[in-house]
């Protein structure tokens, strides 16, 4: 659940992505969680503590439970009246997205192209559906063809949309540093995934998160306090929801 609740959290900084928007469909976790969460403060301190404010320490703690970095998470923030359904179809980076894509994606929300990659390593935890991968497993040239062939028995050419794979093949339940490992032996899930190292301006640091895991586990956990404050309503800007599923 740990990958779940930061997809979620990323998603709701990034674009305050609606529920129904394409890279939710069908496949948007933690909600459930995070509701659960939110009945049990609303019977102690009705109207207080946010949606957001829950997702934001939520998709923090579930780092930590699976060995993840912690980080601090600044509290306050209220919660949107509206979701962006546009935003989220055109804003969060495509799982076919080329480097230039990636660093452009992210750059439009003030993120150098070295947070980028440090927050990319949240693959080392989660899975993705094989209509993401089946190209890169099928046609792609820089993938390592032992794991592509692994891959092929729940991926087939036709049907199985919808199986799941692990995006970190080797420790899929650990928040490590074994994404950038796989990464440099061509063993990256996603297209997305391997542009991070395949001859561009990001294979160095990909090379230092493979060989320093404390590197990573110091920049991810800066990444993510920049991300937890991209643009929060704060004072009387948005509401407090009863319920994080729909507004007041």
Known sequence: MGASLLRLHFHDCFV?????????????????????????????????????DIVAVAARD?????????????????????????????????????LTGLITAFANKNFTANEMVALSGAHTTGKAKCLFFRSRIY????????YARALQFNCPRTGGDFNLTSLDSTTP????????????NKRGLLVSDQELFNGGSTDSLVTVYATNPSAFRTDFANAMVKMS?????????????KLCSRVN
């Open 139 to 146: 046609e792609g040239n820089n993938i390592d063809p032992l």
């Open 173 to 184: 339940n650990l928040f490590d540093n074994a994404y950038y490992l796989n990464l440099v």
């Open 16 to 52: 305050q992505a609606k529920q129904s928007a394409l890279p939710n469909a069908n496949s948007i976790r933690g909600l459930d969680v995070i509701e659960n969460i939110k009945d049990k403060l609303e019977t102690l301190c009705p109207g207080v503590v946010s949606c957001a």
């Open 229 to 241: 404050n991209l643009n929060p309503l704060t004072g009387t800007n948005g509401q407090v929801r």
């Open 62 to 98: 579930g780092t930590v439970a699976l060995g993840g970095p912690s980080w601090s998470v600044g509290l306050g923030r209220r919660d949107s009246t509206t979701a962006d359904l546009n935003a989220a179809n055109t804003e969060l980076p495509s799982p076919f997205s080329e």
